[in-house]
């Protein structure tokens, strides 16, 4: 129920392309949905984030749609860049009221080629 | 505004051997959080402190501790170091939920 599935484990896009990133979750408590950037010998930097009452919230070429039904949220990076290429995490936050912590998923590495 | 910060940035650790992780929180946060993120699986939930207290543990063993000082800093301290401890042990700070600002980690190497 702690689970946060994520695909895929690896993606190339060409630049220009839309990257596509999805997760999956089990449990309904999850309340804050964020996506996190990791560059090599680097912390995650928060991406983005979205909560489960909004279907979708965009940032510059950054997006993520959520859809409650189906517990599954992407990412989509418009017009992907050389520079976007990184490895990317989705998470979920449970909060109980006494305790909150984020599961993450395992990890999508992002290469866009010229 | 100085951002979380970790030390050292990389750890060389013999088996059976205890490390020491450190971390400071960005100025004005409570919150620090322990993450393990070891090749392939993510970023594993440790340990959650707040104002001094540990609020929350992950699915960790009991050689994982650390603590919280009156400053917020942080320290993580892993007893009788396995081969599999070898990770990256990120820290991240928070002022109140959410985001998490995490620190570059240390590369923590058990041979």
């Given amino acids: ?114 | 505004e100085a951002g979380v910060t970790q030390s050292p940035t990389h750890l060389i650790k013999t088996r059976g051997q205890q490390a020491t992780l450190r971390c400071s929180p960005i100025s004005g946060h409570t919150s620090v959080y322990w993450y393990q993120q070891a090749l392939g699986l993510g970023l594993q939930f440790l340990l959650w402190y707040d104002e001094g207290e540990e609020r929350n543990r992950g699915n960790f063993p009991p050689r994982f501790s650390g603590r919280q000082f009156p400053n917020y800093s942080s320290e993580l301290n892993v007893n009788a170091l396995e081969l599999e401890d070898s990770a990256l042990y990120l820290c991240a700070s928070s002022p109140a939920w959410p985001p998490l600002h995490f620190g570059n980690g240390t590369r923590l190497t058990v041979t």
Wanted: net charge positive.
């Fill in chain 1, 1 to 114: 129920q702690q689970q946060v599935k994520q695909s895929p484990q690896s993606l190339i896009v060409q630049k220009g392309g839309i990257s596509i990133i999805n997760c999956a979750y089990e449990n309904t408590a999850f309340d804050y949905f964020p996506w996190y950037q990791q560059f090599p010998g680097k912390g995650p930097a928060l991406l983005i984030a979205i909560r489960p009452d909004v279907s979708e919230k965009k940032e510059g070429r950054f997006t993520i749609s959520f859809n409650k039904s189906a517990k599954q949220f992407s990412l989509h990076i418009m017009d992907s860049q050389p520079g976007d290429s990184a490895t990317y995490f989705c998470a979920a936050r449970l909060n109980t009221g006494t305790a909150s912590k984020l599961t993450f998923g395992t990890g999508t590495r992002l290469q866009v080629t010229l």
